[in-house]
């Protein structure tokens, strides 16, 4: 099983949701920021 990274917080770096994330994580393409 593995998560897909659709969409990440603002201010956010995909690399800190990689750091925080302890199962696998897919990241295809350009993530964008959420809008809230």
Do not use: C, D
């Amino acid at each position: 099983n593995a998560f897909y990274l659709l969409e990440r917080a603002p201010g956010v770096s995909v690399e800190e949701v990689q750091k925080a994330t302890e199962g696998t994580l897919i990241v295809e393409g350009e993530i964008p920021e959420m809008r809230i």
